[in-house]
Structure formats: C-alpha cells, structure tokens
T-cell receptor, first 114, second 110 residues
Framework: DSGVTQTPKHLITATGQRVTLRCSPR?????VYWYQQSLDQGLQFLIQ???????AKGNILERFSAQQFPDLHSELNLSSLELGDSALYFC?????????????FGPGTRLTVL | DAKTTQPNSMESNEEEPVHLPCNHSTISGTDYIHWYRQLPSQGPEYVIHGLTSNVNNRMASLAIAEDRKSSTLILHRATLRDAAVYYCISGSGNTGKLIFGQGTTLQVKP
C-alpha cells in the first residue's frame, strides 16, 4: 500500500459524458501527478501540481482539466469523453515537486468509455 | 526531456543477479536517473534514483557511468516477484514529471 488513494476504482460511462477522478496523496506529500496508461500509448504524464499550483504539463488534452485543493487532494476532470479515453489513470504523490524525489503511485482508476 | 533506450525484454534465473541497462546519452547535468517498475495489474513502483554517484537501497543498486550517458540497475538476487516491466527515466529537471518509455520486461525463471 503506497498511501495514495484513488477513487473510484472502476468507471464505466458513455461517449460525450464527463467524469471526475479523485486522488488523495500520502500524508505530508505536497506534489500530485496524473498519468494515463493505455495499451497503445503506454504510460503518459498528464499534469503535476505542487501545493495547489500547476507545476508541469504534459500532453494533456484540452478536454481534460485538473486541480489540487487546499487539503492537497486532487481531481482530474475528463469531459466530452471519447472511446480513446478508455485507459488506466494513475495518480502519484511526492514530498517535493522536483526531480530529486520518489513518487508513490496509487492503484489507479480504470475508465471504460462505451 | 531526455530520451532513454532500454532492451525490450530480458530473462533471468531465480536467485541470480540481474543487470538491466539503460542509455540516456542526451541527459543534462541536472537530470536525475530514475528507475520504476510495474508489476502486472499494479501501479508503477519506485525502485531507485541517482544523479552522479552509485546508489544502493534495500531493493537494488544503481550504477551510473562516469559520463552519465548510461546506467545499470542491479537486482542482486532475482526472485519470481521481481518479474515486471522496469522503466529507466531521465530528465524532469526542476519538476518531478516522469516521462516513461517502453521499459524492459524482465522474466524470472525458477
């Protein structure tokens, strides 16, 4: 158990819908990261937050948005869902927000878009 | 972001050492070298990271070449539970983002 929690574990929805994925970081970790893992693209970095502020952005689609709240939990919002958005979404957290860190990954949310 | 090159797959026998190589020839001076692994049906798991000097922890050792263009992850005694995809990642600079490549699938034979 990494100490990072993600809800829900599974999500099944239809194209065009909007969903919210939630992540609670380890106690004391200030930085949260979101990653997407699909069969064809592998593990891709989406976005990083540090203490409530966006710190780095990857290939995150405009239909996707995220935020980190004052209690440090984070939400990833996916809208106008397409079949290709079906993937595992991982959240990770780290104490600091720089490269000299280990990241702790949650168990992931499996999103299926029908 | 620096790119890494790893073999697609490797095999090892149980209880023998495993050396997993990684090339990162475009690494910049401030980029750390990270290794993560992903067991089937789980999220990635941190293994080790370093900047210039060799590093050891309870899971593995990281040997970094003097010119920093390559590194080797060493598992001292492979177990069946070490069968996983191992990712070598360099870069991230002043952020913590991890840019994953395809990784090396390690198979451990009993």
């Amino acid at each position: 158990d990494s100490g990072v929690t993600q809800t829900p574990k599974h999500l099944i929805t239809a194209t065009g819908q909007r969903v919210t994925l939630r992540c609670s970081p380890r106690s004391g970790d200030l930085s949260v990261y979101w990653y997407q893992q699909s069969l064809d693209q592998g593990l891709q970095f989406l976005i990083q937050y540090y203490n409530g502020e966006e710190r780095a952005k990857g290939n995150i689609l405009e239909r996707f948005s995220a935020q980190q709240f004052p209690d440090l939990h984070s939400e990833l919002n996916l809208s106008s869902l397409e079949l290709g958005d079906s993937a595992l979404y991982f959240c990770a957290s780290s104490e600091r927000g720089n490269g000299n860190n280990e990241q702790f990954f949650g168990p992931g949310t499996r999103l299926t878009v029908l | 972001d620096a790119k890494t090159t790893q073999p697609n797959s490797m095999e090892s026998n149980e209880e023998e050492p495993v050396h997993l190589p990684c090339n990162h020839s475009t690494i910049s001076g401030t980029d750390y070298i990270h290794w993560y692994r992903q067991l089937p049906s789980q999220g990635p798991e941190y293994v080790i990271h370093g900047l210039t000097s060799n590093v050891n922890n309870r899971m593995a050792s990281l040997a970094i070449a003097e010119d920093r263009k390559s590194s080797t992850l060493i598992l001292h005694r492979a177990t069946l539970r070490d069968a996983a995809v191992y990712y070598c990642i360099s870069g991230s600079g002043n952020t913590g983002k991890l840019i994953f490549g395809q990784g090396t699938t390690l198979q451990v034979k009993p």
